[in-house]
Structures are given as C-alpha cells and as structure tokens.
C-alpha cells in the first residue's frame, strides 16, 4: 500500500528539505512525505519539482488557494466575469461564493458547492473534482475525494504535488517549459529559476 513508508531517506532527507525550503514548517513530516511521494510517483528531476512547488506554497506555508477579493482585484484577475465594480462587489470578501461563480461548471465540478470544495489545495495547487478524481485514482484512494482538506497536510499534499508535476511536465524540461506547464505562463520565473538553481545545489552537496 502506498501509506506503507520505510525509515530510510532515499531521495530528500529534512536537512536537505530545510534548506531548500527555509520556511517549510514541519520538515521533518514533509520530507518523509515527499521522499515517498517521489518513490511511488518515480519523479526525476526533485530539484525542479521542489522549486515549482516552494514557489506555488511559499515554502509549503500557502497550502489553501485564498479566495478572498477586493472588487477592484476580482476585475484584474476574472475581468472577462467581472466586468463592472458593481458585478465584482457581489463576490467580493465572500470566498465561497466566488469560489462557486469561477469553478462550478468547469473542471469536472458539476454538483452544487463543488467549486469550493474542491477549491486549489496542495504544494501545487489542485483544482476542480476532474483533478482531485484522477489524484484518487493514481493513489488507488478515495480520501482526497470525500476529504479534499488533506491536501494541506503532509502526506496526501506530497502525492497531489507529485502526481501533477510527473503527469503535466515534460521528463527533463527546463525552467521555462516547467514553468509554463504548472503556472500556465511564466509568472514569478526569477524566483523559480533561482530556487532551482539553489535546491539542485543543496540535493547534489
């Protein structure tokens, strides 16, 4: 079973997950989590996928997409649903009403209040039923299913980044193409380049 992890290290021990994330809370839990994590999913490059992920968590302390929107940033981010102040002032403040608006209908979410349950969670960010479906799949484990919440801890937070890094990035793409491939364009590419450069370091010292 894929909850049944070994004592040793093989790929990222705390040490070396603390330097590469310097904020991560909980180290220790976190590299046991995604040293299995890499093992089951038979991730190559970890250097690439523990950038992607600090970038997109802050170092795994953002683990919950926030939903929580002035009405001037609603229009900047959704401007082709949010149109007017008036219209944006609706949803403003309210995360799971705006949650539902955006995501229902969309990413496999077609039941009432799907939106918000399946909101972004995770070192990466998983969206929608469609994701959180095949993460249940791939582990052979309805939980993140019918709890989508433990996608902000360790153990099932390791897998969902794991499992998205090994089925929407390219083997041995390089920071731009990763980048594209989990942000959908090249927000934040200097701090991502520079953690890739930092983390490859650390792993090979």
């Given at each position: ?193 520079n953690r890739y450069q930092r983390i490859k370091t650390t792993l090979e010292a």
């Open positions: 079973m894929w909850l049944d992890a070994v004592d040793a290290y093989r790929h990222i021990t705390p040490e070396q997950l603390k330097a590469a994330l310097p904020r991560c809370p909980e180290p220790d839990k976190w590299a046991r989590a995604f040293d299995d994590a890499v093992d089951f999913f038979g991730v190559r490059d970890i250097a690439m996928l523990l950038a992607q992920a600090g970038h997109e968590s802050n170092d795994l302390t953002r683990l919950e997409e926030s939903l929580y929107y002035s009405a001037e940033r609603l229009m900047a981010v959704w401007p082709s649903r949010f149109e007017t102040y008036a219209r944006a002032s609706q949803f403003a403040g309210q995360p799971e009403k705006l949650a539902n608006e955006v995501y229902g209908g969309r990413m496999g979410n077609t039941r009432p209040g799907d939106g918000w349950r399946y909101r972004g969670r995770g070192p990466i960010q998983l969206t929608g039923r469609y994701n959180y479906t095949r993460l249940a799949t791939a582990l052979d484990d309805d939980a993140p299913l019918h709890t989508p919440g433990l996608l902000t801890e360790p153990v099932y937070g390791a897998m969902s980044a794991c499992w998205y890094f090994v089925v929407h990035v390219t083997p041995h793409a390089d920071i731009e193409t990763a980048t594209r491939e989990i942000n959908g364009g090249l927000h934040g590419l200097a701090d991502r380049r």
